[in-house]
């Protein structure tokens, strides 16, 4: 038998986690503030404020969906 | 320069308070985890491949890196990306396939352990205590530089910036050890690609696509090898068998498979193939990264007609004048947060190396052998919080020099160049004796400091040759020293070298396992994206 190794916390729950309120906070600033450049013709925070969105919920998904467990291979 | 490039606002603020809070959250979220020194040190060999893989990729993506690569597209085109496929790639591929059994299965925890057992005591000494002293004169380097740009983008003082970043990268390693560093590399990653992507699409898009952009180029900036046969007719005055010989072997090889602060990565995970799909898995990432910094560079190169040039501003402004240009408030305060965690993937990752080395390699074998391993976790933190102060003295050692980051990097592949000879010897010729390492490694640094002081600077095309040739020669003197004390020498028993060599070591077998998980297919494929790659580019 190995020993049994140490189980830190889920790291993909902190990566969705930063990236759904990067989202929420871009995007929403793009939503409603809707900022202005020059050489930029869309709005740019909001499409990629939805970007960061998606990522960091489909991080939450999936760390929920398959949880994290320490199997010993080989 | 009074001027402040950007005036970031209360949401770019918040963005980039958020991030901390995050970071250091990390850290308290560790500190409870920490019973062991195999936690504190080597993350408990736990991490699975996915992370271990991107930590890899992101110690060594650091802000210097970022701001100079995209400083070095605009000022010699594609040319740049040479240092991410043939002078990153085949010595990753290697590293996993043939360097990391040694040291995974051997159970060592630093690069010069393996010296010792190999070697002698003094080869792993000499080994510590110079990796020690540019570990921490690089992590004061990058901390100074870091503190420039932002003094200039938003106008922090000097000292506030050096201070603030440092007070953050102690807390968050200093609680949590490896395992913070390595969580907050995977963090920072996501965070620099997510942060920088939309500057190369959009710049595109404005210059109105690739082909487009090269055209308003000079010939060389779009082609990798095409103009190589000649130094002169490139912008980085180097022959392609420079290229080849100095980058791609020698520089690359020493750097990717001897440098702890990458291969300790490595260490971190959870079974031998995941420490061996680490370096494999981060190829297929390092080869995306010219998208995310030269193109940048290149497109800088175009829009900015007088960057580089007398009264323009400075080639390491390219990356942030793009930012300014396209990012509006609340995307800006993501782009500078890519930047700081950029800076700090790269100062955590120094600092995490020097600790293990300080406390197993110097504090543990000199100082104090049979400690409970609490103490040693304690040493560590003491190493941490020396090795950051001592950085904040070094930061303004470096700032007092201007130029001192080219001389550092100069010596550093020194250094590596001559150790990459001595482990290529140790694992490969089992003849290779205990003092043969000892005065290979001595000589081979020696050789390269004194050619360095020995050749004028204009001797070469431009000080990129110069590095390239001087790390082939010392690596040549480490290897033929090496080899002549040797047969001299009384080699080491098969006992002795038992797991040490290639000859006297278990291969371990995948064959029962599906391709996706088995290193040698992975590296496979690599090799093929980088030949594709390079034949595209052409």
Redesign the interface.
Known sequence: MKPKKQTYFDLRKVIGGVFTIYGLIISGYGLFAAPVKTHIHSNLNLWWGLVLLIFGLAFLALSFWKPAIIVEEE | MDKVLFHAGV?DY??II??FV?VI??GF??KN?M?SGD?FFL????MPTW?TGLAFLSANLGALELLGMAANGAEYGILTAHFYFIGAIPAMIFLGLYMMPFYYATKIRSVPEYLKLRYNEATRALNAVAFSVMTILVSGISLYSMGLIFKVLIGWSLTTSILFSAVIVLIYVGLGGL?SSI?NE??QF??IW?GLL?IPF?GLH?LGGWDKMLERLPDSFGHLWQNTADPSQNAMGISWLGIVLGLGFVLAFGYWTTDFLVVQRGFAA??L?AAQNTPIFATFFKMAVPFLVIIPGLIAAVLFHNIGKPGGPSYNLALPLLIQ???????L??GLTAMLASFMSGMAGNITAFTSIFTYDIYQSYIKKDAPDKHYILVGRWAIVIGIIVSIGTAYIAGSFPSVMDYMQTLFSFFNAPLFAIFLLGMFWKRTTAWGGFWGLLSGVVGAIVLYIAIPADFYGSAQAGNFWRAFIAWAIAMVVAIGVSFFTKPKSKEELQGLVYAYSEKPNYKHLSWYKRPGVLSAISLVILVVINIWLW
Do not use: A, C, M, Q
């Open positions: 949401v918040l963005v958020l991030y995050f959250g990390i979220l560790l985890h019973k936690d993350s408990g060999r736990s992370i395992t969580y995977v963090l996501f965070l997510f939309p959009i404005e959870k079974n193939r240009r396209y990012y509006p408030p609340g995307l305060g993501l």
